[in-house]
């Protein structure tokens, strides 16, 4: 291999070996055996193999989380427990593990300032990133709240808060429907594009058809085979013409040159289309036809709501502070709407009134023990309330001081 091309590659393992092993050391299973792989900067590829055939146990192996018994591992050419190695990459598990009691910003963010990306950078990103996944409308609900589809897509955006150079995603497209599986596919090939290496493992050999360039087949933890889908899916041994209907006559005719090259007709049937490219078109047409009509539930964020933030609690108690003191009623008659500032009571008017009101209301003598009476109210005749007085004329503090 030429330098170059050496140089070229992000992930390369070399007799890979992992053995789970139980109590007392015996080898319980080989998870993985004598794994080769180079993958290369700016392709997708990926790992193909059923239920237990190591897939899971290569990545673990490939982001550091598990430690090979044997064999030797490096990711841009270093050994992939390197802090600056795990910088550039992204991982979207097969089950999302995130924080339920967060929102998808919080989340966002909390990923951000693991990589000690500074705060404006961080909400740009997060606001790309939500914007991309498509949960823009659901960025304050908690994650507890969300459905698996939602949780792939939360994922699949923190996976790329970092803006890695190797995204590993396991089962990406799980619990998907197959609208949000396409644009996840379309998503995973756009990548590519911008030369991102992408490590895809799954199952679902439909998702690894539409956006792998290579694919590794295991079973039992080995590689079994290897290589480009146009290679691993051509069949050399036959010939497909694709031509427009043809009636009998043609299709005789054709039977016949075939005959005479000593060729025999396998199948002559009409080409079928994908389930998959199917179901989009349909839906797509009918969001076409509903778009008009469904424009409003859709629509951007009401503005009342995006100004909801600035009625805080604080701004509303000092509007309250700033407003002046109004005086306690006297009366059943409602209050004044803006009520002037507290005046000083005229010593004149208050004297004359205390003299009306001794002579108008003798105060008669207690006997000894009896507890005071109340305090009187006022009165419709004129008289007045002598402890009103007292207050306001400060005269009523100077025994109790």
């Excluded at 967060?102 to 740009?124: C, H, I, M, S, V």
Aim: hydrophobic share 35%; aromatic share 4%.
């Amino acid at each position: 291999m030429s330098a170059d091309k050496d140089n070229d590659i992000v992930v390369r393992t070399a007799g890979l070996t992992k053995v789970f092993r139980d109590f007392w050391l015996r080898e319980k299973v080989a998870a993985v055996r004598n794994l080769d792989l180079n993958i290369r900067a700016g392709e997708v590829y990926g790992l193909l193999g059923p239920n237990g055939s190591g897939k899971s146990t290569t990545l673990k192996i490939i982001l550091s989380l598990l430690y090979p018994t044997r064999g030797r591992v490096t990711v841009f050419g270093k050994s992939p427990s390197d802090v600056r190695t795990k910088a550039r990459i992204g991982f979207l598990p097969e089950e999302s593990y995130l924080y339920p009691f967060l929102d998808a910003n919080e989340t966002l963010d909390y990923y951000g300032r693991l990589f000690g990306q500074p705060r404006r950078e961080r909400k740009r990103r997060i606001g790309m990133l939500l914007d991309m996944v498509g949960l823009t409308g659901s960025a304050y609900r908690r994650i507890g709240e969300y459905s698996k589809g939602m949780q792939r897509r939360i994922g699949m955006a923190q996976a790329l808060i970092n803006d890695p150079d190797l995204l590993i995603l396991d089962e990406p497209t799980s619990g998907m429907d197959p609208l949000a599986a396409r644009q996840f596919k379309d998503l995973i090939a756009e990548l590519s594009r911008r030369g991102k290496t992408v490590i895809l493992s799954s199952h679902l050999l439909a998702d690894t058809e539409d956006v792998c360039d290579r694919v590794g087949i295991l079973f039992a933890g080995q590689l079994r085979s290897e290589g480009t889908l146009e290679d691993l899916l051509s069949r050399a041994s036959l010939t497909q013409i694709v031509t427009e209907r043809l009636d009998e006559a043609t299709s005789a005719a054709v039977r016949r040159v075939l005959a005479q090259a000593n060729k025999q007709v396998i199948s002559v049937e009409s080409p079928k289309d994908k389930l998959e490219a199917l179901f989009l078109r349909i839906v797509r047409k009918a969001q076409t036809r509903l778009q008009s009509a469904d424009s409003v539930k859709t629509g951007e964020v009401a503005e009342f709501l995006l100004a909801a933030p600035d009625q805080t609690p604080r701004k509303v108690i000092e509007e309250l502070l700033a407003r002046p003191e109004a005086p306690a009623a006297a009366t059943d008659q409602p209050p004044s709407p803006a009520p002037p500032s507290r005046v000083k009571p005229d010593s004149g008017v208050i004297t004359e009134l205390l003299a009306k009101d001794e002579k108008a209301k003798p105060t008669p003598a207690q006997p000894e023990g009896t507890p005071p009476p109340p305090r009187p109210t006022p009165q419709k005749d004129g008289s007045v309330d002598r402890n009103v007085i007292d207050e306001l004329t400060g005269h009523g503090d100077s025994e109790d001081r």
